[in-house]
């Protein structure tokens, strides 16, 4: 068969990570759907499964069209329904809007790299369901009293313009340090909200993770967590800004399995990327220089705490290789033998 509309390379490569990342939030909000106790959350968690369904299943009919064999992902094998409870009520929310914040930045990607039109249809489909969700779940988290507020400002009462370079100073000790501007709490407070998140989902992971390199892996995640944490409370409590407290330990004592310890793998490799392309967004807006030295250090670790990651999944056989082009080199010296 001739296909009158093949997709790029870019195109089967932005498909891959789509569908195996739908496919492991499937299998999490499956569980979490299983443990729920809310029924608000419960319909917000099972809406979205269906919405994801619905593209999963038009993801692996292109495949099929295109002649191109569909991902692994991650299969009813990777989740155990019948396991404790891990995580208390809450926090299943709290992780899928975090899980939505990560999808609209690759939606974005994604949608940049797409040039065919069923592509792009799938990826403008997604990032409608995803900014849907992403507002749900936060109108839901701020009702419950679950979610916590940036820091309350003084309004802008008039424009002004900065004038003198030392606006962007921090790092001479013999000078005063100026207040922190607004894009630099939002950030400070996006960082310790986003890190609270991972630190408890990282704790859970850890707790149930069956592979003692895992465990291991997990453990050094939720301690840079920690660390990312006291990073952005410090800055703020510096320039006296009072920040509301992050939400407590919402973990239970439960040490069995509710996740392959290949799925949890996954998971903190995607969430890694995010915390990686966060820390760099923080970096190129935070105008004083200290905060932008503090944020390129936390891109570092994490960086390093991913590659980490990924050495381990490749050393237990659980990252699936992404497509790549012809190594023709191979090719040609195959055919002179």
Known sequence: MILTNPISSSEVGTLWLTYEEKTMIMRMLEYFIEKADDKEARNIMGGLWQELNFYVLKMEKLFEDQGMVKP???????????????????????????????????????????????????????TTVTQKIYKISTLYLLDKGILTLPPKVTMPKSVEFIENKSYLSGFNPLSEKRALNDIEIGFLHHMIEVNNIGMQLITGFAQSAQNDDVKKFLVKGKELAKKQIKIAEDILLESDVQFSATSGSTVTTSTSPAFSDRLMMHCIYLLNGFG?????????????????????????????YGQEGIKLKIKHGWFEEPPQMEDRNKIIKKGKE
Do not use: C, H, Q
């Not at 392309?277 to 970096?283: E, M, Q």
């Open 72 to 126: 692994f992902g991650y299969t009813s094998g990777d989740v155990n329904l019948e396991a404790p409870k891990l995580f208390d009520n809450g926090f299943d929310i709290m992780f899928i809007r975090l899980l939505k914040e990560v999808s609209m930045g690759m939606y974005t990607i994604n949608m940049n790299m797409a040039y065919n039109d069923k592509v792009m249809e799938i990826y403008e489909g997604l």
């Open 276 to 304: 990686i392309v966060g820390s760099s967004f923080g970096t190129f807006f935070s105008m004083r220089n200290d905060i932008a030295l503090k944020t390129t250090l936390i891109a570092k670790d994490v960086y390093f």
